[in-house]
């Protein structure tokens, strides 16, 4: 079902699901990184975030960082809200 989004009134944001390995070169060492995705309503833009866990302080960092990436690029694209 298609919906219509009014822009910047609407953000999704979740983890894939899908983890991604980290190698470590020195120690041989495999960590696994989950991944954050936001996507804004109207437009699609997707932004995404490699994180070490879900943990509530990693959900946060993510969010901070999505805010500055589409603040950043709503800046530089000259349109204010």
């Given at each position: 079902?298609?919906?219509?989004?009014?822009?910047?009134?609407?953000?999704?944001?979740?983890?894939?699901?899908v983890?991604?390995?980290?190698?470590?070169?020195?120690?041989?060492?495999?960590?696994?990184?989950?991944?954050?995705?936001?996507?804004?309503?109207?437009?699609?833009?997707?932004?995404?975030?490699?994180?070490?866990?879900?943990?509530?302080?990693?959900?946060?960092?993510?969010?901070?960082?999505?805010?500055?990436?589409?603040?950043?690029?709503?800046?530089?694209?000259?349109?204010?809200?």
């Amino acid at each position: 079902m298609r919906q219509t989004h009014l822009a910047g009134e609407k953000m999704f944001v979740d983890y894939s699901g899908v983890t991604m390995p980290i190698h470590n070169q020195r120690t041989g060492e495999v960590e696994y990184a989950q991944i954050f995705i936001a996507v804004l309503g109207a437009s699609g833009y997707t932004f995404v975030h490699a994180t070490p866990s879900q943990r509530q302080e990693d959900f946060i960092y993510s969010h901070v960082k999505c805010y500055g990436f589409f603040l950043w690029r709503s800046a530089k694209s000259g349109s204010s809200r």
